[in-house]
């Protein structure tokens, strides 16, 4: 996959920031201030606004490179400074009319911000549950509750609000509300909330006393709201995972870095074959994260319909590699990763940032369960008469039709066109799973569902993954190293045997792209772009 | 017409019944399937479901809409009863 220009752009601007800059502001737990001022002068919004509302969205994974350029340097200045506007701007792209669309991009384009306030402490990811209310009366709604543990609640522009607006239980009981900070009145700041990782984001609260919204403030007609959400989120269960891995692709260099150059035992660190199976490893992880998360993003916009499996799917595989990955690396490094300063001092700090990645925005139960009850339909249906692959899935560098938002569906009705692509070695699996799915009652397959219920998921996320993998291999033009049958070799054993080391020569061979690669100052990621993010070490 | 309603009511009252493991004359027409356990995800399996019985397409969100089995039926008659 190329990188779109803007990319590298943004990436020259940021520029090498030396680790102290930056670690001074996460110790201080602040945003890094430099970082700010840089993004506000690129114009970071509008990599949020779709290109039909003015801005610069175009594709889906493009918006992933801009941001991973941000992530790779500090990923609490790339949630902090503004992804937050992009989980809030997508509920206005799903479900906005025009006036509201409008006011949304101007927001953006003139570098405000747009917190996403749906979440209660009380209820943490059931949003059906969520008790702040907006009360319709003759003038419009009352609203009146308490947002907590969102990001920039305290500066943000606007707020998209997500509230109850009947009393009554079910998935219509709720509205998403776009309103103007400035006009929201009898609101009560609540004290931030201090963070082990991220800490530079400045996450607040908000408590609301009867405040009058007008009527016009609501996203999609009253009821919608739960809907609108779980159409937004397709999105950003898929974009949000992607751009985390600039923070392992960094924290590969510090590894590499560090290991290079590390003298033991009459050699360096990077002569001991365990060092070296390990840094295999996680380059194959990284990629194999990468790869996933850009076939998901290719759904987004080639197979809308389906597209929320492939982000579920997304959001439960790619913390997983990302969090495991990084955790050897901590391994490799020993007592240097748990320093706060010095060459490999950023290291922890990345460590702290990624954890997140888990557990914000959507958790991974929750994403199982939108995938649960899609089982025993896509067994029945999907697996045994195939959707047609779209032209160009896997193609990773393949064109693309301009992001849109309004095509997502709450369910893909059975229709899996990825299952379609399922290769000849794992269909045998794929069999054994809907044989298990088509037992299913819908009554085993809610919130409650057993952990022998969950691990269905798992089955058909993996599933999901080695296909990517594979495909994204055998559809590359022969050039790069996804060209290179060392790395679907690698991917499929790392799937395979997740605690068996590579093979030897299959490691080297692995190691041989990751080591050239860090020789030439190009990132680990499917864009091998240059010059990297290290900090202190690229080459311009 | 009226025929047709009670055959759709039929077949949903038995199929929510085995969705929730209860004896179909357990369920009652008139409640909310929420009210029963279902969440709202699940649900929203009942439309797929449904558009393999009568062959239909249905909007994903029908079960959203018309949460009980009376309203589920009522709409679907008028479905079916308006195909070509």
């Known amino acids: 996959m190329t990188a779109p220009a803007r990319a590298d752009a943004l990436a020259r601007l940021l520029g090498a920031p030396p680790d102290a800059a930056v670690l001074d502001a996460d110790e201080r737990a602040e945003p890094w201030p430099e970082g700010e001022r840089i993004l506000a002068e690129y114009g970071l919004g509008a990599e949020f606004v779709p290109v039909a509302h003015g801005g610069r969205l175009d594709r889906f994974d493009h918006l992933v490179e801009v941001l991973r350029s941000v992530y790779r340097r500090d990923p609490a200045l790339g949630l902090g400074y503004g992804v937050g506007s992009f989980i809030a701007a997508a509920a206005v792209w799903t479900a906005g009319d025009e006036r509201q669309t409008a006011s949304a991009a101007r927001t953006l384009l003139s570098g405000g911000r747009i917190a996403a306030a749906f979440h209660e402490t009380a209820h943490g990811n059931d949003l059906a549950a969520v008790d702040c209310a907006a009360t319709p009366t003759p003038d419009g709604l009352l609203l009146h509750g308490r947002k907590e543990v969102v990001a920039n609640i305290g500066r943000a522009e606007a707020l998209v609000v997500f509230a109850r607006t009947d009393p009554r239980p079910g998935p219509r009981a709720h509205s998403l509300l776009l309103l103007d900070r400035a006009t929201v009145r009898d609101a009560t700041d609540l004290p931030r909330h201090a963070t082990t990782g991220m800490r530079g984001v400045l996450l607040g609260g908000l408590d609301f006393d009867h405040v009058p919204v007008p009527a016009d403030s609501v996203l999609g007609g009253l009821g919608t709201g739960l809907e609108t959400a779980l159409k937004a989120f397709q999105v950003t269960r898929a974009t949000l995972p992607a751009m985390a891995t600039g923070v392992l692709d960094t924290a590969l260099r510090i590894a590499v870095d560090h290991l290079s150059t590390r003298r033991l035992y009459g050699g360096t660190a990077l002569d001991l074959p365990h060092v070296r199976s390990v840094l295999a490893g996680v380059f194959t992880d990284l990629l194999r994260a990468e790869v996933f998360a850009a076939v998901a993003l290719r759904a987004l916009h080639l197979a809308p319909g389906s597209a929320g499996l492939y982000s579920a799917a997304v959001k439960i595989a790619v913390p997983r590699l990302l969090l495991d990955a990084v955790d050897r690396l901590a391994d490799l490094l020993g007592a240097h990763f748990y320093l706060r300063g010095g060459p490999s001092g950023l290291f922890q700090k990345l460590l702290r940032d990624l954890a997140p990645v888990g557990f914000g925005h959507v958790a991974r139960a929750a994403c199982q369960s939108t995938l649960l009850p899609q089982l025993p339909r896509l067994a029945a249906r999907g697996w045994t008469t195939p959707t047609p692959v779209p032209d160009g899935l896997f193609t990773l560098d393949g064109d693309l039709p301009p992001a849109a938002f309004d095509r997502f569906t709450l369910h893909a009705g059975g229709r899996d066109p990825l299952a379609a692509a399922v290769a000849d070695e794992d269909r045998p699996d794929l069999a054994d799973l809907a044989a298990s799915c088509a037992s299913l009652r819908p009554a085993d397959l809610g919130v409650t569902a057993t952990p022998a219920h969950y691990d269905l998921t798992t089955r058909y996320v993996r599933l999901l993954a080695r296909t990517t993998w594979r495909r994204a291999h055998l559809d590359h033009p022969a050039r790069g190293f996804l060209a290179d049958p060392a790395w679907s070799r690698a991917a499929l054993h790392r799937s395979d045997h997740p605690r068996v080391p590579l093979p030897e020569p299959l490691a080297e061979a692995v190691l041989g792209e990751l080591l050239e690669r860090h020789r030439a100052g190009r990132s680990f990621g499917l864009t091998a772009r240059t010059p990297t993010a290290r900090p202190d070490s690229r080459e311009e | ?84």
């Open chain 2, 1 to 84: 017409m009226a025929d047709d309603t009670r055959d759709v009511r039929a077949w949903l009252v038995e199929r929510v019944a085995t969705y929730l493991r209860r004896a179909p004359e357990d369920v009652d027409t008139s409640v909310a399937l929420t009210e029963y356990g279902l969440d709202s995800l699940t649900a929203l399996a009942l439309s797929a479901d449904l558009e393999d019985r009568y062959d239909l397409e249905l909007d994903p969100a029908l079960a959203w809409d018309h949460p009980t089995i009376d309203a589920l039926a009522a709409k679907l008659t008028e479905l079916i009863g308006a195909r070509p």
